[in-house]
């Protein structure tokens, strides 16, 4: 089977659990292992697992995580702004003075978990080196390439 990244050199390894992987990412936990954290700082991935030892210095999680945030956070403020709005009168400082605050703690809550869970995948689907090899050759080839 074809990896993302175009690669079959891992193809007789065992597949990993995806749903599991993406599971123990959000509880900010080893997408290996389960036990060993996953964050040694509120956003800063460890480099690698107390536990068993997986190296976590592969993720590229960039600004997914935040994309995903602002879209679920997103939904919520505003389905509660709407539904708050069609059985209170509220002025626009008082909606401001409550969907404002849950705004900024729903995304700050949810930012680790979220991120926990990317690189839970990036993990199961072997991206970016987690599949033991170095995507980095790739790119100096392909820039070879182009020169050409």
């Not at 930012?111 to 790739?138: C, D, N, T, Y």
């Amino acid at each position: 089977m074809l990896e993302f990244g175009g690669n079959t050199a891992h193809d007789k390894e065992a597949p990993r659990d995806t749903w599991r992987a993406v599971k123990r990412g959000l509880f900010c936990r080893c997408p290996n292992c389960g036990e060993g954290k996953l964050f040694r700082a509120f956003l800063k991935p460890v480099d690698a697992c107390a536990h068993c030892g997986e190296e976590m210095i592969h993720h590229r999680a960039d600004d997914f995580p935040a994309y995903l945030a602002i879209f679920i956070v997103g939904h919520i403020v505003v389905a509660g702004f709407m539904a708050t709005d069609t059985w209170l009168v509220l002025e626009s400082w008082q909606h401001l003075m409550i969907w404002i605050p849950i705004t900024i703690i729903l995304t700050l809550a949810m930012l680790p978990s979220i991120k926990g869970g990317v690189i839970g995948l990036q993990w199961a689907l072997r991206m970016h080196g987690f599949g033991g090899h170095s995507e980095e050759p790739m790119l100096a080839d392909t820039a070879h390439e182009d020169v050409r």
